[in-house]
């Protein structure tokens, strides 16, 4: 019995069978004789999250746009489905030819999410890869992976046969065409490891060993090989006009989380905010030409038949031509019937007008990101906004009939105190103050929805350096926010779990030590650990004692600026002086400027060419 005729007899028996099936519009399909290189792409959660993603669309448009080279999906499979699949030994496989992913060349994770580690695990399982590279026989497909969480790959620099760093566009294809000369006189994969390595943003663990001492502290990270370079510096697409963009998105046959034709309108941000990787590791701000925007967004439309669009950026205000790009778009989807989604807009009069035209009477919620209760604490994180802009913006809101505002903040903050946490009490108090004044002093018509994440320590950023807050100490935090949230009339109060802000500060700060761990949390059912229903705490504490792993050594203690850190050798652009003079300018309150009044020295500059334009 053929794969397909298996899988044929398990999707009546599954929830959402269409997640595997595969067909979709716009999918690809090619010869195989004509393929010289087969790349998965490997999405570590289901069909819904993998298809949101965009980068997903861009490496497959990019990849099945050359001849040589056919790119295949290939997801985590739903509980229900894995579960089929290991009765009747059905293998993990591809949706577009239902071949086993252990038959692909290369199959390639992205990582974007730390939490999504195990379901790597699980899938190699399913295919019937073994997990590390060194119990990988030639046969075996090459493991690679790339996304925001190889800005520090020794978490799974065992697993991993090499890495990608920064844009992925244009090293995949080279990538592609040193896989097939190798492939073509019969090469061994340390042979191919060791040609690949030679491309900027190429990261292969094996050819690097960090030192310890008797105590267990990092002293060094030494080649062991000589070619290899001494740091692997990110990759970077100087010119977003010059690379293809898909203009036919697949379109799935279900629901996903973001069903919608998208378009990216730059890379990069120039903010600073000290705790944000993304705006550390995606530098610099490159922005697509308004003319390309609008020819992309025409083409996407035009082929998905998708009835709502949006743009995709780290702050779509900050786009230098935004007015007349918004205008553009608003009118082209207009006359084409599709909804205009906005994201990360200002609170600003612009945005409000925007905003205006684009929901009119059926207005939805605001979302807003103070990040902070007090400006003090505002000034540490480099959250450039004051009390007047949060409560203006909220004035000319309720002015224009929005009802509902979401504001998003983090607790466990470097320097955080209860008095920042009563500032967050204290500013959902007076919106609502504005809203009850504004509304003729009428209850009921308006609500705030107050959202708390805890602050996760990243790679790359002014606060690598942090320790995480313990879990009790979250926890108090979310018992004091609760009370004094639920004595003011008209505000909900949601925050994040804990124990999964933990596993994620270990990981994020993690060198190849936790990877053991990782692997016995899998085999003790851990999987699916960023869903709630799914997550497994008591299964990962299991999993560091029985592999003597101190988790919270990676998440509670606190580092200094001289340490040799994990991520040393990895370059993303930013300088590790200007991290360790934001660090500075945080332990004194002391703000930063926005790159667009004038260059702060963060080093991006030594790599590449981009000019930030535009002005504030």
Avoid at 236 to 241: A, R, V
């Amino acid at each position: 019995m053929t794969l397909t005729e298996q899988l044929d007899k398990l999707l009546m028996k599954v929830e959402k069978p269409a997640r595997y099936i595969g067909g979709e519009l716009h999918s690809v399909n090619k010869d195989l004789n004509n393929v010289k290189t087969r790349f998965g792409f490997a999405f570590p959660d289901t069909y819904e999250i993998g298809m949101s993603y965009l980068g997903l669309q861009i490496i497959y448009h990019i990849l099945n746009n050359t001849d040589s080279v056919f790119c295949e999906r290939i997801f985590a499979p739903g509980i229900d489905m894995e579960g089929l699949m290991r009765e009747e030994n059905l293998p993990l496989f591809t949706l577009e030819t239902k071949t086993p992913a252990k038959e692909m060349d290369i199959l390639g994770f992205t990582l974007q999410y730390e939490l999504s580690f195990t379901n790597i695990i699980n899938m190699l399982d399913l295919a019937g890869i073994p997990f590390k590279s060194k119990d990988r026989s030639e046969s075996d497909p090459i493991i690679a992976a790339g996304g925001p969480c190889a800005f520090n790959p020794e978490p799974l620099a065992d697993i991993v046969d090499f890495f990608m760093l920064g844009d992925g566009e244009e090293v995949l294809k080279k990538v592609c065409e040193i896989h097939q000369s190798w492939k073509a006189r019969n090469g061994n994969k340390r042979e191919f490891l060791e040609e690949v390595c030679q491309l900027k943003g190429i990261y292969v663990p094996a050819f690097y060993e960090p030192i310890y001492n008797e105590n267990g502290v990092l002293q060094a990270i030494e080649k062991k090989y000589e070619k290899a370079p001494d740091k692997i510096e990110k990759n970077i697409i100087e010119d977003l006009d010059t690379v293809d963009f898909p203009n036919s998105n697949v379109v799935p046959l279900i629901e996903v989380v973001h069903d919608r034709a998208v378009v990216e309108i730059f890379r990069g941000c120039t903010r600073g905010c000290r705790f944000c990787q993304a705006g550390m590791i995606y530098r610099p701000v490159r922005e697509r030409s308004q003319d390309r925007i609008i020819d992309i967004a025409k083409n996407q439309i035009a082929s998905t038949g998708y009835e709502e669009m949006s743009i995709l950026s780290l702050s779509t205000s900050d786009y230098s031509k935004i007015e007349p790009l918004v205008t553009d778009l608003m009118g082209m989807c207009k006359q084409n019937n599709v909804s205009l989604s906005l994201p990360s807009l200002r609170l600003d009069s612009f945005s409000f007008n925007v905003l205006e035209q684009i929901q009119g009477y059926k207005k939805t919620g605001l979302t807003f990101a103070p990040e902070a209760g007090t400006q003090r604490l505002r000034d540490v994180i480099n959250k450039c906004i004051t009390d007047k802009d949060i409560y203006s913006g909220m004035e000319q809101a309720i002015s224009l009939g929005w009802t509902s505002v979401k504001l998003y903040f983090m607790v466990g903050l470097p320097t955080e105190t209860y008095e920042d946490l009563d500032g967050i009490a204290e500013i959902a108090k007076n919106i609502m103050d504005i809203a009850y004044r504004m509304n003729g002093n009428k209850r009921g018509r308006f609500n705030v929805t107050v959202s708390v994440s805890n602050f996760v320590p990243k790679a790359h950023t002014p606060f690598q350096w942090c320790a995480q807050d313990t879990m009790e100490s979250f926890e108090e935090k979310h018992r004091y926010l609760r009370e004094k949230l639920r004595k003011i009339k008209g505000v909900n109060f949601n925050y994040h779990g804990t124990e999964t802000s933990h596993m994620e500060a270990v990981f994020a700060r993690g060198d190849r030590h936790v990877c053991e761990t990782l692997i016995k949390a899998w085999s003790l059912g851990c999987k699916f650990d960023g869903w709630r229903e799914h997550f497994k705490y008591d299964k990962w504490l299991q999993a560091f004692k029985e592999t003597g792993i101190d988790d919270n050594s990676y998440a509670f203690k606190a580092g200094n600026p001289e340490d040799i850190l994990p991520w040393d050798h990895i370059d993303c652009g930013v300088s590790k002086e200007f991290l360790i003079s934001e660090w500075n300018k945080a332990n004194h309150c002391e703000q930063t400027q926005d790159c667009r009044r004038g260059c702060v020295g963060c080093g991006i500059n030594t790599h590449t060419e981009c000019k930030q334009e535009g002005t504030l």
